[in-house]
């Protein structure tokens, strides 16, 4: 069964979800998409996918759940999160716990294309200029820029939890680091289906596990 995801909850479901979930319903074959933000909803509209995970920053959630439940869809949050900084175990600054936005202001900072900031002002405003980011490269997909994180080319600004089983964090090529005294768009992992009971047995056993053990450790980094 196709269960469709934005980027950063990709790799969390992969590493922490779906691999106790083989042990715990062995006869349930899921098959994980990837969608960014803005498309998900589109993904569900049009049945490719019945279940999805997204993440909601406090100035968004109500007007997104809202257009979800126009769908036919429930919404319910899993665990709350927020943006970090990624920045290479090489970088100067990996050995700090915390960042200052004047760190934060000599980073170059790898994004998505002007396209997708076009269509997330809020993202920009209160994660880039917020902490001070001058320094823009542009790229596809969160993997060259995790890519780059890595290599120490550039930074990158993802969420904390949503982002722990990231094969670079795991692996210790990349740090998270809070920004001092700021708390980046605060947000919500989020659980997106179909009324229950226009869902198969299957469907209805993934949504109930994901329920009960997405938020189990709360994924922490460092």
């Known amino acids: 069964m196709p269960v469709v995801a934005i980027p950063s909850a990709c790799n969390y479901l992969t590493e922490h979800v779906f691999s106790s979930m083989k042990q715990a319903l062995p006869l349930v074959d899921v098959v994980l998409h990837e969608s960014v933000v803005y498309e998900l909803s589109s993904f569900l509209q ?3 996918a019945h279940v999805g995970v997204t993440a909601f ?4 959630a109500d007007k997104l759940m809202a257009q979800y439940r126009e ?3 429930v919404s319910g949050p899993l665990l709350e999160d927020e943006y970090y900084v990624f920045i290479s175990s090489r970088h100067p600054l990996a050995c700090k716990e915390s960042l200052t936005v004047q760190d934060c202001s000599t980073l170059k900072l790898a994004t998505y294309s002007n396209q997708m900031l076009k269509r997330n002002q809020l993202f920009q405003k209160k994660i880039f200029e917020v902490i001070g980011i001058t320094q ?3 790229v596809n997909s969160r993997e060259n820029i995790m890519q780059m994180v890595a290599q120490n080319d550039a930074a990158g600004c993802f969420l904390h939890k949503m982002s722990a ?3 670079y964090v795991t692996n210790g090529l990349i740090r998270a680091l809070p920004v001092e005294g700021m708390h980046l ?3 919500s992992h989020y659980l997106i289906h179909l009324e229950s009971s226009a869902l198969s047995p299957a469907e209805r056993q993934v949504v109930d596990f994901i329920r ?3 938020g189990d450790g709360d994924g922490a980094l460092s």
Not at 57 to 60: D, K, L, P, R, Y
């Open 46 to 48: 049009q049945g490719r």
């Open 57 to 60: 920053s406090e100035g968004e």
């Open 71 to 73: 769908m036919g869809c």
């Open 136 to 138: 823009y490269v542009y």
């Open 165 to 167: 089983y990231s094969w």
């Open 185 to 187: 768009m605060p947000s």
């Open 212 to 214: 009960r053990h997405y």
